[in-house]
């Protein structure tokens, strides 16, 4: 028996998520409606909806030695995520995400996330006895390439089951398609990855097929109004389930931590696909990237799901 169900490798960054009714003109002020102040970053996220999840979850991410790095750390102690890889880089600054979201749904970004908060190869050398002891590891693809194959070619010597969220980067893209065990992109990420609009089910699904020839047991690709599912000779297309959209941040993350979780649990594509909707579907209703996951908020939206439209398995 492994001592982790999945090591999580990515952005831990402070979230700071402020709500107005639209964003002032040069010169002029708006008021804020809802502020939140918490643990965020793609890494951080990803381990968070697994932690929720009840999986036993570590997170190898990068913090400065700063006040802001230890309030991080301690918080995402207290969400039962073991915080025992992550770096405290002497001298850096911990980085920070601000999203701002507007009442018509509108929503922008601003990032201050310094290059010292990126994963090295020293950091990847440091994980290895974490990436021993766990069922799964989850990479995000915003780290250096190099970074990204090293921990990859770790984790397949440790056994792990590998899986990559995001655009794999060029330079490494044949060999992280062979070891990886998982590979998901969203819509943006997908259209890059493949070179095609990925605007109907059939194109996703021919997409997904060419991908799968290059060594993953499953490919997920998000077409835009749905996400096709590919393993084996197999494939699903999900809608997207109809609920009001507040933000879609953190919405691939949870879907990501459910479909790893899920597939740690033994459940077959068809199964761990339908829980990930869900719970993409669960996180867009409100402000904000902190998933807010429950076994029966889970099954709520998987009620909703069973009334819409499915092609596939």
């Given at each position: ?14 979230d ?26 793609k ?9 929720q999840?009840?999986?036993r979850?570590a ?39 601000v999203?701002v ?37 989850i ?30 980067p ?27 609009r ?39 297309v ?10 879609t ?22 199964k ?42």
């Amino acid at each position: 028996m492994r001592s982790l169900d999945v090591l999580v490798a990515g952005r831990m960054a402070r979230d700071l998520v402020l709500t107005v009714p639209d964003l002032p003109d040069a010169h002029a002020a708006a008021r804020v409606g809802e502020r939140q102040e918490t643990l965020g970053g793609k890494g951080a996220n990803l381990a968070v909806a697994s932690a929720q999840l009840g999986q036993r979850v570590a997170l190898l991410g990068v913090v400065g030695d700063d006040e802001i790095g230890g309030r991080l750390i301690a918080r995402a102690e207290l969400d039962r995520i073991d915080c025992s890889p992550v770096v405290r880089r002497p001298a850096a600054a911990t980085g920070l995400i601000v999203d701002v979201l507007e009442d018509d749904g509108r929503w922008h970004y601003l990032e201050d996330l310094p290059p010292s908060t990126m994963l090295t190869l020293d950091d990847a050398a440091h994980a290895a006895r974490w990436l021993r002891s766990a069922n799964s590891m989850i990479v995000e693809l915003q780290q250096p390439p190099e970074v990204v194959a090293d921990l990859v070619d770790r984790a397949r010597a440790a056994d792990c089951r590998v899986v990559l969220d995001g655009l794999l980067p060029d330079a490494h893209r044949a060999a992280l398609l062979r070891a990886c065990d998982v590979l998901r992109a969203d819509h943006r990420e997908a259209r890059l990855l493949t070179g095609d609009r990925l605007d109907t089910a059939a194109a996703g699904i021919r997409a997904a097929r060419s991908l799968l020839r290059y060594g993953p047991a499953l490919v997920v690709l998000d077409i835009g109004d749905g996400t096709v599912f590919a393993w084996g000779d197999e494939h699903l297309v999900l809608p997207q389930i109809d609920t009001p959209v507040v933000d879609t941040t953190g919405a691939g993350d949870a879907f990501t931590a459910t479909l790893t979780a899920a597939r740690n649990h033994g459940l077959p594509p068809p199964k761990a696909a339908r829980w990930a909707v869900a719970a993409a579907a669960a996180t867009v209703g409100h402000p904000g990237g902190r998933p807010r996951l429950t076994a029966d908020i889970l099954r709520h939206y998987l009620g909703r799901l069973k009334s819409q439209a499915v092609e596939g398995v």
